[in-house]
């Protein structure tokens, strides 16, 4: 059974940093692109971050471009996301996502995962 669970959430001020981490159990993580998601109240939810099974191709929604990143060690089955410079319109509750298919690129639509966390709440106040 696949599993995924996030840590790292929490409140921090505008212009702060967070770190979430990601660990993957059940499956064999190293052959699978990895994804981070985010829903705030009332919205759907969107992509925010993606990175191969390499770890070689990673990609970002543009409003985090720049401030957010990325990483995975395939040693230790985690997908971290580093969060820096933080607004308040990153507020929400955010997702790790395990990619559906073996060795498939890094995809950005909530189709392309078959595998969800439980999500972690970060809360960014102005």
């Known amino acids: 059974q696949v599993q995924l669970v996030e840590s790292g959430g929490g409140l921090v001020q505008a212009g702060g940093s967070l770190r979430l981490s990601c660990a993957v159990s059940?499956?064999?993580?190293?052959?699978?692109?990895m994804g981070w998601f985010r829903q705030a109240p009332g919205k759907e939810r969107e992509f925010v971050a993606a990175?191969?099974?390499?770890?070689?191709?990673?990609h970002y929604q543009n409003s985090v471009k720049g401030r957010f990143t990325i990483s995975r060690d395939n040693a230790k089955n985690t997908v971290d996301l580093q969060m820096n410079s933080l607004k308040p319109e990153d507020t929400a509750v955010y997702f790790c996502a395990a990619g559906r298919t073996r060795l498939e690129p890094a995809g950005k639509s909530t189709t392309d995962y078959a595998y969800w966390g439980q999500g972690t709440q970060v809360t960014v106040s102005s």
């Open positions: 990175i191969s099974w390499s770890g070689a191709n990673r």
């Open positions: 059940g499956r064999t993580f190293s052959s699978y692109a």
